[in-house]
């Protein structure tokens, strides 16, 4: 999957990397959205923040878990460290970013270990408590509780390193809710070309002529579904606008408030059947 500015497929699983502490595929129990199921060939690396990984949805223990409505394999985040809890199989670090707090482990390869040290290679740079720390791994639940099983987690020395995965994850965010900043540029276009030529630029103009407001790509589908599809004095119900624009029904919910905020439309019969307000 590619989200532009460089979010794509990434070519490694959970065999754990540089400095993963061995961590495999499937050495920690409870949902991990749909580990073993031939996703770790083709796992996506998604930066987040520490409240989008506790807000993801999982539709059930055997799905992938869905930030923005789109799922994630491989998340990436950032953290103060507030606590460190070493075991003998696994060590846990207690991380904050300011949008929330959550556990990160990571398992203990005790042979990968004893044959660095050997080998007389360097030792890893030290994790401590109210240092900043970037993680990447999967996130997991178990007994309803959340975690992220890491693969690599280093401290972070550039302090604007915090700022830029910030921005990253707003970024991407922002895309999946959205579109992509081409779409937006072509849709904005379109509005100025129609208020100059004075017609309706392929529906960038409501009915009256006036020029679109500033919604999202969803509210304009629904707009222009409502504005082509057949109907009576009483407008769509939401079930139709969805099948006539392919999409689901929250979506469009979501959309009609858009439209309701601007003015655009009204509710008729009911809260869920609208029609184009034209003044």
Not at 64 to 84: C, L, P, W, Y
Not at 118 to 127: F, R, T
Not at 175 to 195: I, M
Request: aromatic share 8%.
């Amino acid at each position: 999957m590619d989200y532009g500015g460089g979010y794509s497929t990434t070519s490694y699983g959970a065999q754990g990397g540089a400095g993963g502490g061995g961590f495999m595929g499937d050495s920690q129990g409870g949902s991990q959205g749909g580990a073993g199921k031939g996703t770790y060939g083709k796992d996506t690396l998604r930066p987040v923040t520490i409240k989008q990984v506790l807000d993801a949805k999982l539709p059930h223990p055997d799905a992938e878990f869905k930030i923005d409505d789109v799922e994630i394999t491989q998340v990436s985040f950032v953290g103060q460290i507030r606590n460190i809890s070493t075991q003998t199989t696994n060590i846990t670090y207690k991380l904050d970013d300011g949008t929330g707090t959550i556990e990160v482990k990571q398992w203990v390869d005790a042979d990968a270990t004893t044959s660095m040290d050997l080998d007389g290679a360097p030792a890893k740079p030290k994790l401590v408590e109210n240092e900043w720390a970037r993680v990447w791994g999967r996130l997991k639940e178990f007994h309803n509780k959340r975690h992220v099983g890491a693969h690599v987690i280093r401290p972070i020395a550039d302090k604007m390193d915090i700022t830029y995965h910030l921005l990253e994850a707003t970024y991407v965010h922002l895309y999946f809710t959205k579109g992509s900043l081409d779409s937006l540029k072509q849709e904005n276009g379109a509005v100025n070309g129609a208020h100059e030529v004075g017609y309706g630029g392929g529906g960038a103009e409501t009915t009256n002529g006036r020029a679109m407001p500033n919604v999202s790509v969803n509210a304009r589908r629904v707009f222009q579904t409502l504005k082509n599809s057949p109907q009576n004095n009483e407008g769509l119900h939401v079930q139709n606008i969805a099948a006539n624009a392919g999409m689901n029904v929250q979506d469009v919910l979501k959309a009609g408030d858009e439209l309701l905020s601007h003015s655009l439309i009204f509710t008729t019969v009911d809260d869920n059947t609208w029609a184009l307000l034209e003044f």
